[in-house]
């Protein structure tokens, strides 16, 4: 039998020390919503625009010498893809990523970028997670999913973690509640863990609210297949894993979903009151506050996870009204 190893608030502590010997800490913003003051984690501004530099850099960091020289497999519609590929370069790795042939051109541009191989799939009617594990079986490579997997959560948990020095050093009481993005639930998990007395919300976009509906169930529900179209890719995850879901369970984490309409509408507020370029996905947490679905509170800390957008679709909801 086959013990998986489970990620720990410790494990958390480690990876936050892993992210503060190589990388300064992410902007915390406040801004006004209804009359109150809100924190925001600016992890659009992270080297690679995404949190999941984080994950990436603890996981990859674990490998020994003879792993490394093999390199590592993953599968990613862009931000995951590019954390891996950046960890990959830092590390003199060989990174190989199965991406969906419809990701945005942005990400897979970057992703090469960072020196890694990209391997097309159809969203549809591939299996991504399959394609990438024969892969690595076949190269003897280690595989990263981009939430399932304990060293992948705690890397994207150090995020917490420094969150609480910043309210610390503004002089602010703890924080209280959380709100974040969630596509697989690796950043959700991983906060929950990094902050055991606040209260965490996860946001989805509607339709794709898996983790939200398995929170309510009590066991994992998966997106079902006519799941309508969504700009956050991100956040487009079929399933959530055994790992994140049993995390956030523990801790009795509740979810929220927004509209497409919500999410442009935070998307244009980051720029105005933030001077941020958010994602759709990394924009969801914010959607939620604007929307009313989650009332704005002292100490609530907010992720903005994301701020890779294609240039053109950016530029169309800057332009809309909606």
Not at 72 to 78: D, E, I, T
Not at 140 to 167: H, K, M, N
Request: proline residues 6%; charged residues 25%.
């Amino acid at each position: 039998m086959t013990i998986v190893r489970q990620p720990t608030r410790a494990g958390v502590r480690d990876a936050a020390a892993k992210m503060t010997a190589i990388l300064p800490p992410t902007p915390l913003l406040i801004a006004e919503i209804r009359g109150v003051d809100v924190a925001f984690k600016a992890e659009s501004l992270q080297p690679i625009g995404a949190f999941k530099i984080r994950g990436a850099w603890h996981r990859l960091t674990t490998l020994d010498e003879a792993a490394r020289k093999k390199g590592v497999v993953a599968f990613s519609s862009g931000n995951h893809a590019q954390g891996v590929a950046w960890a990959a370069r830092e590390l003199g790795m060989p990174a190989v990523v199965v991406m969906p042939d419809d990701a945005p051109v942005v990400k897979r541009e970057s992703t090469l970028a960072l020196g890694a191989e990209v391997v097309g799939c159809n969203r549809l009617t591939d299996s991504r997670e399959k394609i990438a594990a024969h892969l690595a079986h076949a190269r003897g490579a280690v595989l990263v999913p981009s939430f399932d997997d304990a060293w992948v959560i705690e890397g994207q948990g150090s995020a917490g973690i420094e969150a609480e020095d910043q309210f610390k050093e503004l002089g602010f009481d703890g924080i209280e509640h959380v709100v974040t993005p969630c596509g697989g639930g690796g950043l959700a998990a991983g906060l929950a863990l990094a902050l055991p007395e606040a209260r965490i919300t996860v946001v989805e976009p509607e339709g794709w609210d898996d983790m939200r509906r398995s929170l309510e169930a009590g066991w994992i529900e998966e997106v079902p297949a006519d799941a309508p179209p969504t700009a956050c890719d991100s956040l487009q995850t079929r399933r959530v894993s055994q790992l994140t879901f049993d995390v956030l369970s523990r801790r009795s984490a509740t979810g929220v979903a927004v509209s497409e309409v919500e999410v442009r509408a935070a998307q244009r507020w980051a720029a105005a009151k933030l001077r941020l370029v958010v994602e759709p996905g990394g924009a969801v947490a914010i959607a939620a506050l604007l929307a009313g679905k989650v009332e704005p509170a002292e100490n609530m800390l907010v992720l903005v996870s994301g701020g890779n957008v294609d240039p053109s679709a950016y530029a169309a909801v800057l332009g809309r009204a909606d």
